[in-house]
């Protein structure tokens, strides 16, 4: 049973780089074709798409974030990877990853809590 | 951008009674019109998939309608264990957007 699993520093400093992964178990992230995405959720606010990555294709971001955003994969470790740069307090946020979240194979991580603060 | 409007906001409903909430879409969107629930401190859980498509494995109370602009989703006979926030989500184009969610409160 695969299984989604987000990781990365629960505190950032504004100004600095938000580095988050989501490491694939229960199955090899290389295996069929999926859309692997990040969304992120401030506290007691809705959800909010961040971006996704094909399986070795392309990659898609909300304009919201500009050129901040950068989603990638890394096969050898099983892992998808999102980076945000510039960070300031409005990225503040539960961050979720997950695959084909809306299709009959979606699957959530349970979420990593990540706080921009000095 | 796509803006969807969830109605109501709060809902606060007995067991066994029937909710409705509603969706709308800023333009049309065909069928990628997507129902998620969301308990406290836990992720997302997918209820119907493109308008009206069950996901494994989710009780047969929820059922999802709609096309085009105007979407609903239904839990029939509500239980205790429903209490949580409802968000409709399309994907017909990018960026992909969520309404604002509908908690549902059970008296």
């Known amino acids: 049973q695969v299984q989604l ?3 990365g520093p629960g ?14 178990s229960g199955g090899s992230i290389s295996s069929g074709s999926y859309y692997w ?5 401030p506290a007691g606010k809705g959800l909010e798409w961040v971006g996704r990555i094909y399986t070795g294709e392309g990659t898609n971001y909300n304009p919201s974030l500009k050129s901040r955003v950068t989603i990638s994969v890394d096969t050898s470790k099983n892992q998808f990877s999102l980076t945000l740069s510039s960070v300031t307090a409005a990225d503040t946020a539960v961050y979720y990853c997950a695959r084909d979240p809306y299709s009959s194979t979606a699957i959530w ?6 706080t921009v603060s000095s | 951008e796509i ?19 509603t969706c709308r879409a800023s333009q049309s969107i065909g069928s990628s019109l997507h129902w998620y629930q969301q308990k406290p401190d836990q992720s997302p859980k997918l209820l119907i998939k493109y ?10 109370r929820f059922s999802g309608s709609g ?23 399309q994907s017909s184009s990018l960026p992909h957007t969520f309404g604002q969610g509908t908690k549902v409160e059970i008296k």
Request: net charge negative; hydrophobic share 30%; with cysteine.
């Open chain 2, 3 to 21: 803006v969807l409007t969830q109605s109501p906001d709060f809902q606060s409903v007995s067991p066994k009674e029937k909710v409705t909430i």
């Open chain 2, 67 to 89: 096309s085009g602009t105007d979407f609903t989703l239904t839990i029939n006979s509500l239980e205790a264990e429903d209490g949580a926030t409802y968000y409709c989500h």
């Open chain 2, 51 to 60: 308008a009206s498509q069950s996901f494994s494995g989710v009780p047969s």
């Open chain 1, 37 to 41: 995405s990040w969304f992120r959720q």
């Open chain 1, 5 to 7: 699993q987000e990781s």
């Open chain 1, 109 to 114: 991580g349970q979420g990593t809590l990540v």
């Open chain 1, 11 to 24: 505190l950032v400093k504004p100004s600095q780089t938000l580095s988050l992964t989501c490491t694939v």
